[in-house]
DNA sequence: AATGAAATGTAGCCTTGGTTACAAATTAAA
DNA sequence: TTTAATTTGTAACCAAGGCTACATTTCATT
């Protein structure tokens, strides 16, 4: 049986389709909760150091140290030795867009009943797979009630 | 170093249980997809192979291999070389509970006025990481109309 | 039963994201 | 200004999850 598709399980190239990109967001997604630390740390201390990003992010500054120079590498931030860390344009535009998709996706939960406890935790890890589509049906959603 | 804390950040200590959370999540995803791959394939066709697990999941051969030999490490499949997978009964309830969460999540953005594509799509990243009681209140909200 | 195709396994390499241990630079205090 | 503490950097390791290339087994077909 090589090309005869007698097969009865569901789309199997869809299906794969799936999982890439949901394995794809797993790469953004660290990237993502970078940059809005980082945003977040300049915007309360004026600026933000390896030390505090370890402490906020729950690793070692070691981690911090080698996902930043990817993150430099990819163009989004802009770091030099012992200094502190800056965003470039584009690492700002993606951490508004983050953070302006976190508050969606709590404010949502939360919007169902949920403790913020949960909603926030939830959100963390819901943020970063949820399309514009999306998205927008959950501010939709938040607007008509 | 340890006691002073002068900072203005937001509760540093639990963001970083969040991202921690959200950490942890990843690695249980994977398990939970194939799993599911697996009793889906098996109750489809009676057995599942590790050709139709790379083609479902869209990955080689190779890498369904070695992930496999991690699942069965942790207790979830039993495999033996050239033979079909199985499930464990620990397995074969992951796959139950993963099939179902799925599927409420699925039924949930369908009920949101998400086309059934992109429901398909975002429940794919999104169900990993929704709570007991967010799934429970997404139940909630299904039934209630 | 022999042979060729398909499936499975193995070796070895890559990147990411995590670690500890140690070195160097910066900052704060004496 | 010297010294001590803190922060940052570097080296070297680990596991997970990808890959290609090649070897072996199984299966189907003649």
Redesign the interface.
Known sequence: MSNAAK????H??Q????????RH??SV?LAQ?YVE?IA??TL??GEARVT?LA?????THVTVNRTLARLQRDGLVNTRPYRAIFLTDTGGKLAEESKRRHQTVVAF?RS????EK?S???A???E????P??LA??E??LKKR
Chains 1, 2 share one sequence.
Do not use: C, N, W
Not at 7 to 10: S, Y
Not at 15 to 22: G, H, I, K, L, T
């Open positions: 097969k009865a399980v569901p199997p190239v299906q794969a389709e799936r999982f890439r990109r949901s967001d797993r997604e909760d630390a977040d740390l309360a201390q505090d402490r906020r992010l729950g690793v939960l169902l009943g949920i403790s949960i926030e935790l939830d963390e890890g819901i970063h797979h949820v399309s589509e999306t049906a959950f939709r959603r």
